[in-house]
């Protein structure tokens, strides 16, 4: 005899960070493993960083910016810098959006200066 059921969708959800690209058009869907860090002019006029590290994947990207989901409460403005874990994407980066969630933050954060051939847009 058969029964009606209901059954969760096997169709992926969509992450936090997806919802935050869709004000990005440019963002294209990228999986890179970085820490960031919140940083600050020190007294010799150098970025120095404060706070902890903080391990992420960078979810989405555009040619300025990375958007990421994150544990650290970041705000409008906050100055982060951007590293992988080969040096070949070592950035600073300004926060222009966050949307707070329970638990995290969705995060897209524009870079201060051209970071050549970060990602690539045929």
């Known amino acids: 005899m058969a029964q009606q059921a209901t059954a969760p969708s096997r169709a992926a959800q969509t992450s936090k960070v997806a919802d935050l690209a869709r004000f990005f058009p ?3 869907p990228v999986r890179i493993p970085i820490q960031f860090s ?7 006029g150098q ?4 706070g902890v590290p903080e391990s992420t994947v960078i979810e989405f990207g555009t040619p300025r910016e990375v958007l990421f989901a994150c544990t650290t409460p970041l705000e409008f403005a906050d100055v982060l810098r951007v590293r992988n874990s080969d040096g070949s994407l ?19 954060a524009r870079f ?5 051939n970060w990602i690539i847009k045929p």
Do not use: F, L, M
């Open 26 to 28: 440019d963002a294209t």
């Open 38 to 44: 919140r940083t600050s002019n020190s007294d010799a």
């Open 47 to 50: 970025p120095a960083t404060h």
């Open 90 to 108: 070592d950035a600073e980066a300004s926060v222009v959006a966050v949307q707070y969630h329970p638990g995290c933050t969705a995060v897209a």
């Open 112 to 116: 201060t200066n051209s970071v050549p």
